[in-house]
């Protein structure tokens, strides 16, 4: 168990497989730290190991297993705020190239991901939902198809990809308008995990970004969590866990994920056989195979902080350009992110006063919190920050 992770997070895998065997792993768990550092990779091995019929162990092939390889256990339900057109993107054109068992498997595992946010659980309210839900059987339904195939040719596999990515459309314009677990969410969660007639097996919820959640969301969820029905496991996931109120802290086990090291991503990305690219980072290369440039958004991130810093406005057809290039890639966050970069370098360098420094920081960071808790326009909340930044002084 965990011997696929332990190289990437040894001492986590090691303290999680120990918990396992000594039967003293915990009902609820905190994964807290960066992206892209295993943290929803280790949950589901985790709900595997718990689950298997035997010993846990990776080459495992029970019933359980076999369902979690491509995570096809219905008894897992992931509310998941990530950015799943990225990977799911990466992963297809990976399967492209590759066309093998390897590259199968983790689109199929990317996807779902994403599909188990559309669980039976959560009974779809509107008209609009329940054809979100018709989509995400329909994808479904290709992925078990794809599943039984054993032999691929290239050909194969990139029709394959184009009729997977043309039925992942509309949840892919849904998902860009999600942000975390709703109220609703943690209803239709209670009443899951309290249904009778579940057999034996055991439950699993995925919950990210707890701490973005509203206020009711949290306190039916702390209910949940107070007294979580037997064979029930909960593992929030969480990239700023100290902004989870304290109650609900209270009440879960907490793993602490550091970054991966440039080795560990190295070793990671052996199997994609990328040849001599190379990836300072898992986030670089899921968000470039997605179809991100990153380099052109440090350059705007470049262009707004060099007008803030020198007070000169930029021309409106330009801003307005600039602000089309965000949108069309969805880059706003990883606008902002480059320019606190920007910022911190400016401090170091002296080129900004501190107190100037921290309140365009501050600026930055409401900015990118508001956006994610309201759900608002990325474009219109980085042209109010950029008027507002420039309106600093």
Not at 291 to 303: C, E, S, T, Y
Not at 313 to 337: A, T
């Amino acid at each position: 168990m965990f011997e696929l992770l332990e190289p990437f997070q040894k001492s986590l895998a090691v303290q999680m497989r120990n918990q396992i065997q000594e039967g003293t792993f915990s009902q609820v768990n905190l994964f807290g730290g960066p992206r892209y550092s295993l943290r929803m990779s280790f949950a589901l091995e985790a709900a595997r190991v718990l689950s298997c019929r035997r010993q846990g162990m990776s080459n495992c092939s029970c019933e359980s297993c076999r369902k979690f390889a491509t995570l096809g256990e219905p008894n897992v339900l992931i509310v998941s705020q990530r950015d799943h057109k990225s990977l799911i993107e990466t992963h297809l054109d990976a399967f492209c190239r590759l066309y093998n068992d390897f590259s199968k498997i983790e689109l199929m595992r990317a996807i779902r991901t994403l599909l188990l946010q559309y669980h039976p659980s959560f009974s779809p309210a509107t008209a609009s939902q329940t054809s979100l839900y018709d989509a995400a059987s329909s994808v479904n339904e290709l992925l078990i198809s794809l599943g039984q195939e054993r032999e691929i040719g290239q050909k194969e596999a990139k029709k394959w990809a184009e009729e997977i990515r043309s039925s992942l459309k509309p949840l892919y314009a849904a998902n860009r308008k999600n942000t975390t677990v709703t109220i609703a969410q943690v209803r239709a969660i209670d009443e899951w995990v309290n249904q009778t007639g579940m057999g034996s097996n055991k439950r699993f919820i995925i919950l990210e970004a707890m701490e973005q959640t509203n206020v009711s969301a949290r306190n039916s969820l702390l209910k949940i969590l107070e007294e979580p029905p037997e064979d029930t496991y909960f593992f929030l996931i969480s990239e700023f866990p100290n902004r989870i109120m304290s109650t609900i802290l209270s009440r879960v086990r907490r793993y602490v994920f550091p970054p991966l090291g440039k080795e560990a991503v190295m070793l990671y990305l052996k199997p994609y056989y990328l040849h001599d690219r190379q990836y300072e980072s898992l986030e670089q290369f899921y968000l470039e195979g997605g179809g991100m440039d990153l380099n052109k958004n440090r350059q705007i991130a470049g262009m707004l902080f060099s007008s803030v810093q020198s007070r000169r406005y930029l021309l409106l057809p330009d801003l307005q350009q600039l602000l089309s290039n965000v949108d069309d890639v969805d880059g706003y966050e990883y606008v902002l992110r480059a320019l606190l970069d920007r910022l911190a370098d400016a401090l170091e360098e002296e080129s900004l006063s501190a107190d100037l420094a921290y309140r365009l920081s501050s600026l930055v960071s409401s900015s990118y919190s508001e956006a994610q808790l309201y759900n608002q326009n990325g474009r219109l909340m980085l042209e109010a920050l950029y008027y507002r930044m420039m309106e600093e002084r």
